[in-house]
């Protein structure tokens, strides 16, 4: 079992530019969350994708958006960079049963850095 | 407003001596609370989790944790600190029934005396 995994591990974007980081959650997950960890913070929620559709979001501006494939697999978008996106990226996977989410379980995460 | 607060940022312990790391939520819902452990460039590992029963729950590399209710509370401990030890961990509260948005605290670095 290969457990969470993402990529690319580390990343360098300039201001205003796009990117596309990449998950393929832990085998028989369905459900595929994505956090935000700046330097010295805790994780913080972006949003959660469950049957191909966001079912959660936290406080995070459109800039940031999602998709989520058919086989589970996850992408997270971020247009426009700002400085302040630089951050560990991390993505973790769950699988929802009867309505519950149980524990999840996180990839090692993307390192984004934006000049 | 739903929050988690670890108190400590930092901590530094000899090999052997006794840990607790203090975590303090606030939280609408009945709350489903978890430990996490990170190490340096790593993603989270779970440590233990807590819904509902015993109140002192135990997890890998020989953690606990014991909930309190009164006290809005979920403290870890181990007995016996290892160099290994050695990362930041993360209280996080999440709802049992809606999904799993997690609130995570700031985190407390531990850091490991030989």
């Known amino acids: 079992d290969a457990g969470v995994t993402q990529s690319p591990t580390h990343l360098i974007k300039t201001r205003g530019q796009q990117v596309t980081l990449r998950c393929s959650p832990k085998?028989?997950?369905?459900?595929v969350s994505w956090y935000q960890q700046a330097l010295g913070q805790g994780p913080q929620f972006i949003f959660q994708y469950y049957e191909e559709e966001e079912r959660q979001r936290g406080n995070f501006p459109d800039r940031f958006s999602g998709h989520q494939f058919p086989n589970y697999s996850s992408e997270l978008n971020v247009n426009a960079l700002l400085l302040g996106d630089s951050a560990l990226y991390l993505c973790a996977s769950s699988l929802i049963t009867s309505g519950r989410t149980d524990e999840q379980f996180f990839g090692p995460g993307t390192r984004l850095t934006v000049l | 407003a739903q929050s988690v607060t670890q108190p400590d940022i930092h901590i530094t312990v000899s090999e052997g001596a006794s840990l607790e790391l203090r975590c303090n939520y606030s939280?609408?819902?009945?709350?489903?609370l978890f430990w996490y452990v990170q190490s340096p460039g790593q993603g989270l590992q779970l440590l233990l989790k807590y819904f509902s029963g015993d109140t002192l729950v135990q997890g890998i590399k020989g953690f606990e944790a014991e909930f309190k209710r009164s006290q809005s509370s979920f403290n870890l401990r181990k007995p016996s600190v290892h160099w290994s030890d050695a990362a930041e961990y993360f209280c996080?509260?999440?709802?049992?029934?809606?999904?799993?948005?997690?609130?995570f605290g700031q985190g407390t670095e531990l850091s490991v005396k030989p």
């Open positions: 939280y609408g819902a009945t709350p489903y």
């Open positions: 996080a509260v999440g709802p049992y029934n809606q999904g799993g948005k997690l609130i």
């Open positions: 085998s028989g997950h369905d459900t």
